[in-house]
T-cell receptor, first 112, second 113 residues
Framework: QQQVKQSPQSLIVQKGGISIINCAYE??????FPWYQQFPGKGPALLIA?????SEKKEGRFTISFNKSAKQFSLHIMDSQPGDSATYFC???????????FGTGTRLKVLA | NAGVMQNPRHLVRRRGQEARLRCSPM?????VYWYRQLPEEGLKFMVY????????ESGMPKERFSAEFPKEGPSILRIQQVVRGDSAAYFC???????????FGQGTRLTVV
């Protein structure tokens, strides 16, 4: 119940295309869902996050869609660029706690 | 304001040796978390510390692993008698409060040969 399932494991997108990464969770106590971007040799950096009181959050080219009833959330990267090539992790946590549960990651490659 | 600083960035140890990983939290942060990332996997929680206290070590292996966060100085993750399976990236994160955003360091990549 503590798992966060992430798919796909890897993704190749043409420059200018849309990258979509999906995550699903079981624990309904989770109420904060961040996405992290990790470049090789670097630590995860917070990209964008959402709470379940909204169904969508957009920041620039990055959008999170959230489906509370299905317990799923996804990251959409519009107009994908080669510089977006990185590993993306979704995570979930219950507010007031500290134990982030991470998905297994998606390695995104954007072709020039 | 420097971010979370971890050192060393890379560490190579022979089987049976000890590994010491250091983490200096962001300025003003007194909550520190250690995560382990095995190859091709997500980050897994290991331990949560506040100054001089271990709050939650439920993710830490029962043997050979220990962590501390002294009153002065960095947090230390210590792995005794390392084995090949300990090879991983170890990330430290810090936060202002336990329920506020955690910021990650760049990690220490441990290789056991």
């Amino acid at each position: 119940q503590q798992q966060v399932k992430q798919s796909p494991q890897s993704l190749i997108v043409q420059k200018g295309g849309i990258s979509i990464i999906n995550c699903a969770y079981e624990n309904t106590a989770f109420d904060y869902f961040p996405w992290y971007q990790q470049f090789p040799g670097k630590g995860p950096a917070l990209l964008i996050a959402i709470r379940p009181d909204v169904s969508e959050k957009k920041e620039g080219r990055f959008t999170i869609s959230f489906n509370k009833s299905a317990k799923q959330f996804s990251l959409h990267i519009m107009d994908s660029q080669p510089g977006d090539s990185a590993t993306y992790f979704c995570a979930a946590v219950t507010s007031g706690t500290y134990k982030y549960i991470f998905g297994t990651g998606t390695r995104l490659k954007v072709l020039a | 304001n420097a971010g979370v600083m971890q050192n060393p960035r890379h560490l190579v140890r022979r089987r049976g040796q000890e590994a010491r990983l250091r983490c200096s939290p962001m300025k003003g942060h007194s909550h520190v978390y250690w995560y382990r990332q095995l190859p091709e996997e997500g980050l897994k929680f290991m331990v949560y510390l506040q100054k001089e206290n271990i709050i939650d070590e439920s993710g830490m292996p029962k043997e050979r692993f220990s962590a501390e966060f002294p009153k002065e100085g960095p947090s230390i993750l210590r792995i005794q008698q390392v084995v090949r399976g300990d090879s991983a990236a170890y990330f430290c994160a810090s936060s202002l409060q336990s329920n506020t955003e955690a910021f990650f360091g760049q990690g220490t990549r441990l290789t056991v040969v």
